[in-house]
């Protein structure tokens, strides 16, 4: 019998892969709009496009999917045999584990993605450096960002910014566009500001945030 589901179970690896990777990209992608929507950012102003997303995420999530999967399968095979022992096990309640299985690692991949950006826009808003989180400490889940850095402008002429240069939040770039984020200051709303990458020098300041005054 074991031997029968289990071949039943590596036939369904290759469709489940393919969907794991759907529901990846569209977590992923729904995790950026969370983050990047309030900053007036579309994800690919920072480049991060469809390969780039899957690139940077699909590593992450993919180690915390089979994590998760492999916990919940030892779990799984663990109550069978306690219910095999009493004499309460039906194959019917084994043909539920893969469903079981996959509710459990979508919403392990949801917490990782969407859950856990929901709070960094307004982070950014406020001036605070964000990192992404990164599954078992090491692989980022989400790769979104912002770097509290100082802009000298190198270009000429020089045009009048309106934001104070000395320190902003580099959220990446595409195209020569360096997208950064001028937060909140004196009770005004920050700006999204967009500079050409090869007229501006920037540097880390080193610190967690861009403290408004």
Same mark, same amino acid.
């Given at each position: 019998?074991?031997?029968?589901?289990?071949?039943?179970? &590596?036939? $369904?690896?290759?469709? /489940? %892969?393919?969907? +794991?990777?759907?529901? =990846?990209?569209? #977590?992923?992608?729904?995790?950026?709009?969370?983050?990047?929507?309030?900053?007036?950012?579309?994800?690919?102003?920072?480049?991060?496009?469809?390969?780039?997303?899957?690139?940077?995420?699909?590593?992450?999530?993919?180690? &915390?999917? $089979?994590?998760?999967? /492999? %916990?919940?399968? +030892?779990?799984?095979? =663990?109550?069978? #045999?306690?219910?095999?022992?009493?004499?309460?096990?039906?194959?019917?309640?084994?043909?539920?584990?893969?469903?079981?299985?996959?509710?459990?690692?979508?919403?392990?991949?949801?917490?990782?993605?969407?859950?856990?950006? &929901?709070?960094?826009?307004?982070?950014?808003?406020?001036?605070?450096?964000?990192?992404?989180?990164?599954?078992?400490?090491?692989?980022?889940?989400?790769?979104?960002?912002?770097?509290?850095?100082?802009?000298?402008?190198?270009?000429?002429?020089?045009?009048?910014?309106?934001?104070?240069?000395?320190?902003?939040?580099?959220?990446?770039?595409?195209?020569?566009?360096?997208?950064?984020?001028?937060?909140?200051?004196?009770?005004?709303?920050?700006?999204?500001?967009?500079?050409?990458?090869?007229?501006?020098?920037?540097?880390?300041?080193?610190?967690?945030?861009?403290?408004?005054?």
């Amino acid at each position: 019998m074991f031997g029968k589901d289990l071949k039943e179970w &590596l036939g $369904v690896i290759a469709p /489940a %892969l393919t969907l +794991l990777g759907i529901i =990846a990209y569209l #977590l992923v992608r729904i995790a950026y709009s969370i983050f990047y929507g309030p900053l007036h950012v579309s994800p690919d102003e920072v480049g991060l496009g469809y390969a780039q997303s899957l690139a940077d995420a699909g590593v992450g999530l993919f180690l &915390l999917a $089979v994590a998760t999967a /492999a %916990l919940a399968a +030892l779990l799984a095979l =663990a109550f069978r #045999l306690a219910l095999k022992r009493e004499g309460l096990w039906t194959p019917a309640l084994w043909r539920w584990t893969p469903l079981v299985l996959a509710f459990l690692v979508l919403a392990a991949m949801t917490e990782a993605t969407v859950f856990r950006t &929901l709070p960094r826009a307004d982070q950014v808003r406020q001036g605070h450096r964000v990192e992404p989180y990164r599954t078992f400490y090491l692989i980022p889940a989400v790769p979104i960002s912002a770097e509290p850095v100082r802009v000298t402008w190198i270009g000429s002429p020089r045009p009048r910014f309106g934001v104070d240069l000395s320190c902003l939040l580099y959220l990446g770039r595409a195209d020569g566009i360096a997208v950064l984020y001028a937060p909140l200051r004196g009770g005004k709303d920050g700006v999204t500001v967009r500079l050409p990458a090869t007229s501006i020098v920037m540097v880390s300041t080193g610190g967690p945030s861009c403290a408004p005054t």
